[in-house]
């Protein structure tokens, strides 16, 4: 699921403030470009359980959180954690962070409650779909 943090931010400020920590975060920025390579086979393999995909979301989220302070918030965690609550699996925040938007992996039968959970908050579902001829708003109501 997608969902928009209400969270606007510049990501170019963001984005200063991890590149600032490279030097002392290369250990972590290792381990996430494995993670990528996980991700796609994860993802690319027929019968792979993909609940493993939504653990390694989260895995990424924490390391990612660790890169630099402005990486996440208190609104943020806040609504990390109440996704969890809800039944989300795994997510994190798209982009630099600081805000934007979380995707969340929730199997099936807890998508209502991650939806409730989230509209208490304020938020709401922004639904998506792959394809293959690239990004494009189509509406956005």
Known sequence: MLVFTGLSRTAAEVAEAVIGNFSNKKADLRTMQQMVNRAIEILSSPG???VEFGRLLKETWTLKRSLSDRVS???VDNLFDVAERAGAIGGKL???GGGGFFVFYVENGRKAS????MA???LQELRFH???EGTK???NV
């Open 114 to 117: 991650l939806r409730e959970a």
């Open 73 to 75: 918030n208190d609104r």
């Open 48 to 50: 792979t359980d993909i």
């Open 120 to 122: 208490a908050e304020g």
């Open 137 to 139: 708003v189509m509406v």
């Open 94 to 96: 798209l982009g630099a």
């Open 130 to 132: 792959f394809d293959f």
